[in-house]
Antibody, heavy 117, light 106 residues
């Protein structure tokens, strides 16, 4: 059974950078695709981006200038960086596994990130 | 971006009811559509992928149909555990997009 767990700060200042890590157990990041999604209360989820086991990435154009996703095969985790934060980036951030870079079949529990001074 | 609309926004139903939720896409996504169930404070749970394929471990009370721009998720006999929010997601055209959700309530 694949298990994913997000970690990172719960509060980040405006104009700052968000860094989150997703630790994977029960499976290897050396296969499949790995995805970040966020959600604000009462709204549908928003796809942020996906990284393939090869390191190839695909980002949402609405965030592309500010987002970076990377893979650490030695430590079996992947990471999200989002720069130039505003209050609009306040959300619950989820990591997940995508079988072919499409839908998400395994999800982390999510971590709330607030952007505030 | 492909816009997904879901109807109804809220569905009031009773235990044992057969309910159908609808997801419409602003352009064809072929069969590249997934459905998720989400309960408050939890991550979404994959129910259906490629429009009609039930994810392993998901009860057969859930079924999906459709192609192109119109899709449905049917719960054959509503159980207490089914009261939740349901979202559709298309993965035909990047960026992948989600619908605004349907809340199934008593």
């Amino acid at each position: 059974q694949v298990h994913l767990q997000e970690s990172g700060p719960g509060l980040v200042k405006p104009s700052g950078t968000l860094s989150l890590t997703c630790s994977v157990s029960g499976g290897s990041v050396n296969s499949y695709y790995w995805t970040w999604i966020r959600q604000t209360p009462g709204k549908g989820p928003e796809w942020i981006g996906t990284i393939r086991f090869s390191g190839d990435t695909n980002y949402n154009p609405s965030l592309k200038r500010r987002v970076s996703i990377s893979l650490d095969k030695s430590d079996n985790h992947f990471s999200l960086k989002l720069t130039s934060l505003t209050a609009a980036d306040t959300a619950i951030y989820f990591c997940g596994r995508s079988p072919l870079g499409d839908y998400v079949d395994y999800w982390g529990q999510g971590t709330l990130v607030a952007v505030s001074s | 971006d492909i816009q997904l609309t879901q109807s109804p926004a809220t569905l009031s139903a009773s235990i044992g009811d057969r309910v159908t939720l609808t997801c419409r896409a602003s352009q064809s996504v072929d069969e590249w559509l997934a459905w998720y169930q989400q309960k408050p404070g939890k991550a979404p749970k994959l129910l259906i992928y490629k429009a009609s394929n039930v994810q392993r471990g998901v009860t057969s009370r859930f079924s999906g149909r459709g192609s192109g721009t119109e899709f449905t998720l049917t719960i054959s006999s509503l159980q207490p555990d089914d009261f939740a929010n349901y979202y559709c997601q298309q993965y035909r055209h990047s960026p992948w997009t989600f619908g605004p959700g349907t809340k199934v309530e008593i």
